[in-house]
């Protein structure tokens, strides 16, 4: 108020000093000009130390652009009503001096505040939020030509201040800059790392400067507050014309933002969820303040916050809570994928066959949405503790008279590994069941892991393809040193893939702003910032050799972007390293398929062995006859055939002696055996044995294969022991068992019944066996007493005589039968039986040649033992 008055008072009072004589001018600094008088009126001063004004006075012969500095000298003096001393206006910078007068027209001083003081260099506590005001002017000395008249007086004001709060050096502090590479003043970057809880501790504290002194310190009734609120929340896009941002602390979904944009599942591809972050030490109720202004918080309906009067007798809000010495506010975050809280993952529904073109592989791409830009403002109740207003004169923001901090922002950065994707089929970075995998990670998640089927010899091939979520990332795949890779693999490099905008599929609408491919948008993350190197992919090739038929290999590998972010949190991720993040571990088992062996043909012909034998020696049997040329084939074949890939090349053959005069043929996979039993083999049974083995160059069975699975699910195919005969089958040698039948023998083409006698040297004659085969049908039992006839009488291959004297005159050859088969009783013996039927033992042993003439009773057999009689060799006595 009193320097409003001094300039009335001058004002009223006009002075004309004649042009030969201007008047002194307080300028702007030693060098200012005649115009340059735009000086500061108002100065703080901080309570700690002595306030100094600099004062500039100089003398120039005119008071326009083209005024001449004059040598006349010059007086000062404080205004009307305002006195000044010795030691107020001083010549610095000793400033012992009086700076009252100096000739060479300039001069130069400074003002010193000297009331309230506490000392030479300090105010009193007690003075912070006072104001002081101070008028100068500036005459010519005496004896100046021309009348002296006083210059526009200089006046300012000076508010004692104290200190303001600041927020610590353990506040994360990191810089933050522009898409063009500038520094972003008071905001900083820092990360939100997906999968660990972020936690940006704020502090505010009030310390003296260059003392280490805190102001709590000089006065416990000091207290302090913060006040942290999302700067860019945009709640309605659509009116606004730009991108939906929500509120960063929002912990539930604005039902209005689905009335205003519709679905938005639609428009937002993955529907994001709410970040759902909080701010501990904040009060609940100052949760939902809103933003008025560029940068400063402040409640939209509740006056009692700002109050219209800005009275210092005023009440503070309620809900302000105060803490002594400092303040802390931890912004606490965990970004998860499961949660869609600014990061999501695309699964089947935004991963369909019909959104899937080649080669742009979406499933589980992981898609961000956008950086969130916090800002936080420190208090203090200054008001209240020196019962002044201090702090602004006209607040917009929350500090009602205290002194506040000044606002700093944090960009949160969605932080993430990179991750493998795949196609809808699993099929580029073989996945398994991707789908039930979901949002989890791969790492020892064995339902993700896909098991393929190599052959061997054959060249196959797979890739692994990983992209980092945030764009401006590189990646490099690494093939896992454990377990490692099978030898001779080999491991392509990590090649970059630059991804195509085009790719993004229809539904990542526009009112979602994220930092995936789809909607780069903002400061930071524009197209000119996107890394060529965001996605990679790394092959591996492999021939297996045939020493890995049968065996499983499994081959890991994992991804690692080039970013730092989130190692040097004190939450790091355990694999965060100085040279990237690492993410999941995705693995590919490859089975090598094994020689599986089928046999087929005679093998899966005749009688299974009866099923109480434990471990019999064949697998089936058949009956062979005297005379008649057997010819059994077995086949071979690879039954172990995955989908794309061609069989094993295997055959089978006949065990080398497996019965004299046995003999073998080859034809691709099959063998046939020719064998002819001989006379003197009535009644026994002998063993064909077959094998399988590869062809060259497989190499892959160490051995043939010579036993097969009898019985079970795994029936007729090749073993080396039991377990691998699944379903309870039994692991026997592969052997067709013939049993050589008594009294039937063969009959070839032009053969007569005489010839046929003499032939086998049978101890009979033509007209007997004329009486034996001229009869079709099955003869009646009572035909001999006790005698037991083949069940095939009536076979076609058996031979029917009409005319003893006519040769056979049909191809082949045909069984005939030689005399009846009896069954002998439990008190038989061979004598017995050779009376039974008047014929001589020599004749029953030679058609029986497995019968022990000195066993009884027969054979150790007894009962049920079949013996081929000859009868009525012997006239009748």
């Known amino acids: 108020e009193k320097a409003g008055l001094v300039q009335n008072v001058f004002s009223a009072y006009t002075c004309y000093s004649g042009d030969a004589n201007m008047p002194p001018v307080f300028v702007e600094s030693a060098d200012a000009g005649p115009t340059e008088t735009n000086v500061l009126t108002s100065f703080e001063c901080p309570f700690w130390e002595r306030c100094e004004i600099d004062v500039f006075v100089k003398d120039f012969d005119n008071h326009d652009e083209t005024g001449v500095q004059t040598d006349q000298g010059i007086f000062v003096e404080g205004a009307v009503g305002f006195m000044i001393g010795d030691r107020d206006l001083v010549i610095p910078p000793e400033l012992t001096q009086s700076c009252l007068t100096a000739s060479g027209g300039t001069l130069h001083c400074k003002y010193i505040l000297q009331k309230e003081m506490a000392d030479s260099r300090s105010y009193l506590h007690s003075a912070i939020g006072r104001m002081f005001s101070m008028c100068l002017v500036a005459y010519d000395l005496p004896g100046t030509a021309g009348n002296r008249c006083p210059s526009t007086p200089y006046c300012f004001k000076m508010q004692i201040v104290g200190t ?18 500038e520094l972003v003043e008071l905001q900083h970057d820092y990360p939100a790392c997906e999968g660990f809880p972020m936690e940006l501790r704020i502090k505010v504290e009030d310390t003296i400067p260059d003392t280490g002194v805190t102001a709590f310190t000089q006065d416990p009734s000091k207290r302090f507050r913060i006040f942290v609120y999302d700067k860019t929340v945009e709640s309605d896009p659509v009116a606004d014309g730009v991108l939906y941002d929500p509120d960063f602390f929002d912990k ?68 302000f809570v105060y803490y002594p010495n400092t303040a802390n506010v931890t912004v606490q975050f965990f970004p998860r994928v499961q949660d869609r809280n600014g990061i999501a993952m695309r699964l089947d529904s935004s991963c369909t066959r019909s959104d899937y073109v080649a080669p742009n592989q979406r499933c589980r791409e992981k898609v961000m949405n956008q950086d969130q830009l916090i800002c936080a403002v420190g208090y203090d109740n200054s008001r209240s503790t020196h019962k002044r207003w201090v702090g602004n004169r006209k607040p917009s923001d929350m500090s009602q008279g205290d002194y506040s901090s000044e606002t700093r922002c944090w960009r949160i950065l969605m932080e993430a590994p990179p991750v493998f994707i795949t196609d809808p089929d699993g099929d580029e970075t073989p996945f398994g069941d991707w789908e039930t995998v979901g949002a989890s990670e791969t790492t020892d998640h064995p339902s993700a892991y896909k098991t393929v089927t190599w052959r061997v010899h054959q060249e196959n091939s797979l890739n692994f393809l990983a992209q980092d979520p945030n764009p401006e990332d590189r990646v490099e795949i690494f093939i896992l040193a454990s ?126 062995p009866p099923s109480d034998v434990d471990d019999p020696s064949y697998v089936t049997h058949v009956k062979g006859y005297v005379g008649c040329q057997m010819s059994l084939t ?26 004299l005069g046995a003999t073998g043929t080859s034809s691709g996979n099959n063998v046939t055996a020719l064998w002819t039993p001989s006379r003197g083999m009535e009644g026994q049974s002998f063993d064909l044995c077959f094998a399988a083995d590869d062809l060259p160059p497989l190499d892959i069975l160490p051995a043939p294969i010579t036993r097969v699975c009898l019985g ?21 040698p592969a052997c067709v068992r013939i049993d050589v039948q008594r009294c039937e023998y063969c009959v070839q083409e032009a053969e007569t019944l005489i010839y046929m006698v003499q032939k086998f040297q049978l101890d009979t004659n033509w007209l007997k066996l004329w009486a034996l085969n001229s009869y079709q049908g099955t003869p009646a039992k009572e035909f001999l007493p006790g ?56 004749t029953l042993l030679s058609v029986n040649p497995d019968i022990d003439e000195n066993a009884f009773p027969m054979n150790g057999q007894g009962a049920g033992q079949h013996v081929c009689v000859l009868p009525c060799t012997i006239a009748p006595v």
């Open 634 to 659: 077995v086949s071979a074949s690879d039954v172990a055939v995955p989908a794309g890939t061609s069989t094993y090349d295997v055959a089978a053959q006949l065990v080398p002696n497996a019965i």
């Open 483 to 608: 377990p490692g890779i099978p030898d001779g693999m080999a491991v392509g490099e990590s090649r970059c893939i630059v991804r195509d905008p085009g790719s993004c599929l229809e539904t990542d609408g526009e009112n979602c702003i994220r930092r995936g491919m789809c909607g780069m948008v903002g400061d930071v993350f524009t197209a000119g910032l996107q890394s060529d190197c965001s996605r990679a992919r790394r092959s591996l090739t492999w021939t297996p050799g045939s020493e890995t038929a049968g065996k499983e290999f499994r081959i890991c590998a994992s991804a690692r972007d080039d970013s730092t972010a989130c190692y040097f949190q004190d939450n790091a991720p355990p694999l965060a390293t100085p040279r990237g993040w690492f993410g999941e571990q995705q693995c590919v088992i490859i089975e090598v398929a094994g020689l599986t062996v089928q046999f087929a043909g005679a093998l899966a012909e005749g009688t299974a």
């Open 252 to 319: 539930e979904a604005d039902p209005m933002i689905f009335d205003r944009l519709g679905d938005i599942n639609v428009q937002c591809g993955d529907n994001f969820a709410p970040y759902n972050a909080s701010r501990l030490g904040l009060s609940d109720s100052l949760q939902h303040l809103t933003v008025i202004g560029d940068a400063e918080p402040r409640e939209a309906s509740n006056s009692d916050i700002v109050d219209p009067r800005y009275a210092v007798i005023n009440d503070y809000n309620p809900d």
């Open 164 to 181: 303001r709060p600041m927020f610590s050096t353990v506040t994360p502090m990191a810089e933050s800059r522009t898409a063009d590479g």
């Open 787 to 842: 005698s037991v006839f083949i069940e095939e009488a009536n076979d076609a291959d058996l031979a029917f005589f009409k005319d003893p004297d006519l040769l056979m005159d049909s191809e082949g050859m045909h069984r005939f039968i030689i005399g009846p088969t009896y069954m002998a009783g439990s008190d038989d013996d061979i004598t017995s039986v050779a009376a039974k039927f008047r014929t001589t033992v020599k």
């Open 712 to 732: 079970g699910t795994a029936h007729l195919q090749g073993c080396q022991d039991v377990s691998e005969c699944t379903g309870g089958g039994k692991c026997v």
